[in-house]
């Protein structure tokens, strides 16, 4: 077999972003694209002070997350270990974006170059590629140099003409590209050698990117090398490009799926009991379908080519985007046959399908690895204790303001505080395990910021107006609807702010900086998070 790997000798790079330009000059990519990058991470203080370079992009990993959410197969795995993107039918959605843990996935919706369409410079007329608009693209390993390399009896990582362009740039030779299950190629030889490790490899992605940052066996401890000596002030570390930063392509759109397609299935579940139980609620179900089918609109209004949308159902077998669409596809039908006829056996069909449309939600979620506070398994319980408790506060108002449900009235009351309390049981265990994993420190501070607005009022406010509404016969009708707005309003301001506020990605970390001279290597690199 075949595993292509690249090595960065973190000693020897220098920071002159050779391999960024002549990445950029091989495939055209817009000016604010780099698949390959170099980071330049400044540490410690005066005297001790170190500065290190990072190449990255593009981690071709064991087990691509970005391949597992991708609901049109547009990204696949080859059998030597490259990670590709058919650009022909991406549907330009980003869920890739953020499950990628690397940052690696770019997004452009317009053509742009360098100085302007009317003064393309050479390489980017003619290699410019309009296919790439408006879908997800990353760097390749340069596959093309390596197939055509192959078909022509060349070595890749050996022979120039089947190396990608950014090892062959590198005026330091600190990038290195070949086989990895050829124990004689020049990577095996160097990662046998030297120090090494692989970036966020706690995620269990299995990255084909490996850096080495000691060459232990190279450089024999002979006691002449010296500690550096001791920071005279306290430490600091000044980076660029490195700390988490806010996903740029999930926005209100994306976060309107999960408000609305988030309180619609828990309206239908308990429509669904009013039906069982006094009779069928058209409207309800109707208000409830309406609610699921536009956070489905709203992310058609997202994703870079709406044309190819019908491709969301190519993939059920790992993409959690490919079943909600699934579920959804059943739901409406279901739903639509249960409001028609009225058939308690429909309705609770129906209603069943609906959560199962709410798990999804919660799993999508579960599976960006990118956003550390969106991966946390917590995160599923959550979402659906939101949903169900939104729908249930909805649901409580409807009552107060229809006769035909005032018999359940109390009930509905009841179960809105529950699930309340449910919820807030699930944001109390989800936090306590970001605190225990470490999370964007960004990210917790949003978090931390609304969590009086969820608890207090999502679930004391509910409560107490519930109390008043069973104590004061009086004030029932409008503390029970107050109860139930509160309810709902702390859930649709949680997810929406978790979408659009919290959604840090995981930035860039080093498990050791490379040794320097004399020095020796250095600790561990983790800015802009908050760890346990």
């Not at 030889?189 to 299995?206: C, P, Q, S």
Request: proline residues 7%.
């Amino acid at each position: 077999m075949t595993r292509w790997a690249m090595i960065a000798d973190l000693e020897r790079c220098v920071g002159c972003q050779t391999c960024t330009a002549a990445c950029k000059h091989t495939n055209a990519t817009s000016p604010a694209v780099q698949w390959r990058k170099v980071l330049d991470i400044e540490a410690g203080s005066y005297p001790a002070v170190s500065r290190t370079y990072v190449p990255v992009g593009c981690q071709h990993c064991e087990d691509p997350p970005c391949m597992r959410v991708c609901p049109s197969t547009a990204t696949r795995k080859r059998a030597d270990g490259i990670v590709t993107i058919d650009y022909d039918i991406c549907i330009g959605c980003a869920y890739c974006d953020v499950a990628c843990p690397y940052q690696a996935r770019f997004k452009v919706s317009e053509a742009d170059f360098a100085y302007g369409a009317d003064r393309k410079m050479k390489h980017e007329a003619v290699r410019e590629d309009p296919a790439r608009l408006g879908v997800a693209q990353k760097c390749t390993f340069c596959s093309d140099r390596i197939d055509f390399g192959l078909e022509h009896g060349l070595t890749p990582g050996v022979d120039p003409r089947a190396t990608p362009a950014c090892a062959n740039a590198c005026i330091a030779t600190a990038l290195h590209f070949g086989d990895l299950d050829d124990p004689s190629s020049n990577v095996s030889k160097l990662l046998e050698r030297h120090k090494h490790f692989r970036m966020h490899e706690e995620i269990g992605t299995g990255p084909g990117f490996y850096y080495l940052y000691e060459h232990g066996s190279a450089l024999p401890d002979d006691g002449l090398r010296e500690a550096p000596p001791a920071p005279t002030t306290p430490s600091r570390l000044r980076t660029r490009g490195v700390e988490p930063w806010h996903q740029k392509h999930w926005d209100w759109k994306a976060a309107g799926n999960f408000l609305t397609g988030g309180v619609g299935p828990g309206l239908f579940a308990a429509a669904a009991v009013a039906a069982v139980t006094v009779g069928p609620q058209v409207l309800l179900g109707l208000l409830a379908m309406a609610l699921v089918g536009l956070g489905l609109l709203l992310v058609m209004m997202k994703i870079g080519r709406p044309l190819r949308a019908i491709s969301v159902l190519r993939q059920p077998r790992w993409s959690w985007m490919s079943r909600e669409a699934w579920v959804a596809l059943v739901f409406f039908p279901v739903a639509l046959a249960a409001v028609w006829t009225g058939m308690p056996a429909l309705w609770l069909a129906a209603a069943a399908l609906a959560l199962v449309f709410l798990l999804c939600q919660g799993m999508i979620l579960r599976e960006a690895k990118g956003i550390p506070v969106w991966r946390e398994p917590g995160i599923v319980p959550l979402i659906v204790a939101t949903g169900l408790t939104e729908g249930a506060g909805v649901f409580l108002v409807a009552c107060v303001l229809s006769s035909a449900l005032a018999p359940l009235m109390v009930g509905a009351a009841v179960a809105a505080v529950l699930l309340a309390a449910a919820r807030a049981l699930a944001w109390v265990a989800y936090r306590r395990a970001l605190a225990r994993s470490g999370a964007p420190t960004k990210a917790l501070i949003v978090l931390d910021e609304y969590r009086p607005w969820l608890l207090i009022g999502g679930s004391i406010v509910p409560a107490a107006g519930v109390v008043v509404g069973l104590l004061i016969r009086s004030m029932t009708a409008p503390a029970f609807a107050v109860a139930g707005i509160a309810a709902a309003a702390a859930g649709l301001g949680f997810k929406f702010l978790l979408i659009t506020r919290a959604g840090y990605n995981q930035g860039f970390a080093l498990p050791n900086t490379p040794m320097r001279g004399a020095g020796q290597a250095g600790p561990a690199v983790k800015p802009g998070w908050t760890l346990p």
